[in-house]
C-alpha cells in the first residue's frame, strides 16, 4: 500500500491568533489535495482558533512540542492531554531548534515520542546534522544514534504510523538546500535503519519527510525521490508559496 505523503508547516514562533486566522483563509483555496495530509504544525496560542478556522477543509492540526507529563507542576510547558482535548493531531519533536536552544537530547526525546503514542497523537520526530558533521562524513552515524535512541521501546505498530522529518541543521532557514540526491540518500539510510530495528513492513510503512529551506521551486524534484514522502515546511508555511509546494 502506498504511503500517503504529508505536508506540514511548522509555523515557529511566527503568527498572532489573529494573523493566524487570516493565514489559514488565505491558504485554504490553495492547499486542497486529495493526494496529501496537509498538517499546519501552529504555536501553542494559535491552536484553539487554527483548529476552528480549518474546520470543513483537507487540514489538520500539529503543535510544535509538548512535555511527556499529563499535568503536574511544570509552569510553561502544555501536555498531550491538552493537545488532544484541544484538537491537535500531530505534534513535531525533537526540532534542531528544540535540541540546540532547549537542549532536548535524545532519551527525553523518547519519552516525548511514547506520550505523543499514549494519548493518540501522531508525532513528527525530527532529526539531521550539522554543516561540521556532514563535513566529517558521519551523518548516517549521527543521525541512526538518534533514530535508535528517539525510538528506544516504542513498538513497530507505532513507528508504522509515525512521521521522522530529516532535517540538515544547515539547509534550516539558510536559504541553503539538500540536493535531491543528498536528501534522498539520507532518508533512504533512516529507512534502513528502521527496517534493522524493526522489519520490512514497519520500514515501508514509515512516512519520511525533508525539511530544510523546502520552496515552490525545489520541492517536486525533491518530493520525487522514492524515500521522501513529503515536507517539514519552515518560512515557505507562511505564505502562499506554501500552496505550490502541497500541490507540486
Known sequence: MARKRIVAGNWKMNMTPSEAIKLVEELKPLVQSDSVEVVYCVPAI????VVEAVKGTNVVVG???MYFEDKGAFTGEISAPMLVDAGVKYVILGHSERRQYFGE???LLNKKVKKAFEAGLTPILCCGETLEQREMGVTIDFISTQIKEGLYEVSA???AKMVIAYEPIWAIGTGKTATSDQAEEVCK????????MYNDATAESVRIQYGGSVKGENAA??????????????????KA????????
Request: charged letters at 30%; hydrophobic letters at 45%.
Open 46 to 49: 494559535d491552536i484553539v482558533p
Open 63 to 65: 503543535a510544535e512540542n
Open 105 to 107: 537530547d535524545n532519551a
Open 157 to 159: 505498530e507505532n513507528v
Open 189 to 196: 539510510a533512516i529507512r534502513d535503519v528502521i527496517r534493522v
Open 221 to 238: 524534484e525533491i518530493f520525487g525521490k522514492p524515500d521522501i514522502d513529503g515536507g517539514l515546511v519552515g518560512g515557505a508555511a507562511l
Open 241 to 248: 508559496d506554501f500552496g505550490k509546494i502541497v500541490n507540486c
